[in-house]
């Protein structure tokens, strides 16, 4: 185990101990018992005021991703933004080396707006 790694395992704590620490509000095993739980909780919207929230009993409805939607999930991937961004780096290369081939050109283009995309949409790790 490397030297920051231990530190970093000491900063996390269990799940017990964030409630204890009122770092989490409660714990769900599941999402039936973490309806159970939020009803009757009230909370505070962005405007101030104070809405109670009624989940006993609501339906539970699960919506599956759109084409696109998987698409762009799909090139959020830290190995196809850096291909795409290679490729894009790759088709612009050709079209300055050899003006007039408007094809790689064209592909690097879009491949450069698709990995300029994915590597936005990638998530930082501590």
């Known amino acids: ?32 018992s973490l309806l159970e739980q939020l009803d009757g909780r009230q909370v505070r919207l962005l405007n101030g005021s104070q809405v109670v929230l009624q989940t006993h009993g609501v339906e539970v409805r699960k919506l599956d991703m759109s084409t696109i939607e998987r698409f762009l999930d799909a090139i959020s991937d830290p190995n196809i933004a850096y291909i795409l961004l290679s490729l894009a780096m790759l088709g612009l290369f050709v079209e300055l080396a050899n003006p007039g081939m408007v094809f790689p050109g064209v592909l690097g ?9 994915s590597l936005g949409m990638l998530q930082l790790q501590p």
Do not use: K, T
């Open 109 to 117: 283009g879009i491949f450069l707006f698709l990995s300029l995309y």
């Open 1 to 32: 185990m490397g030297p920051g790694r231990g530190a970093r395992e000491r900063l996390r704590p269990s799940a017990q101990e964030a409630l204890e620490l009122n770092v989490v509000d409660l714990i769900a095993p599941n999402l039936d």
